[in-house]
Nanobody, 115 residues
Framework: QVQLVESGGGLVQPGGSLRLSCATS????????MGWYRQAPGKQRELVAA???????KYLDNVKDRFTISSDNAKNTMYLQMTSLKAEDTAVYYC?????????WGQGTQVTVSS
């Protein structure tokens, strides 16, 4: 079992920044996949950013150059740094990891971008 605890969501004005954190109960070095998803009201959950096995990184096209995914092995924590936030980034954000052939989800954190 892997426990994931998210933090860092909130209300921010357009153009602002937020950093989401996802603390894991397993060593990040043993995790095959780490990703951030989001789900806006009435929409399907979508993959925003991911660190794949081997270290390659992928982003959703409309967050490239604005969002950065990273991890800190010493803290067993993954991050999503979000800058230049737009109203359309408003959603519940979830972290997701694959460990031992199973996927685990965080509880979700609300990000609201509004003036």
């Amino acid at each position: 079992q892997v426990q994931l605890v998210e933090s860092g969501g909130g209300l921010v004005q357009p153009g602002g920044s937020l950093r989401l954190s996802c603390a894991t109960s397993q060593s990040i070095s043993s995790i095959a996949f780490m990703g951030w998803y989001r789900q806006a009201p009435g929409k399907q959950r979508e993959l925003v950013a991911a660190i794949l096995n081997g270290g390659s990184i992928k982003y959703l096209d409309n967050v490239k150059d604005r969002f950065t995914i990273s991890s800190d092995n010493a803290k067993n924590t993954m991050y999503l740094q979000m800058t230049s936030l737009k109203a359309e980034d408003t959603a519940v954000y979830y972290c997701n990891v694959q460990f031992s052939m199973k996927y685990y989800w965080g509880q979700g954190t609300q990000v609201t971008v509004s003036s």
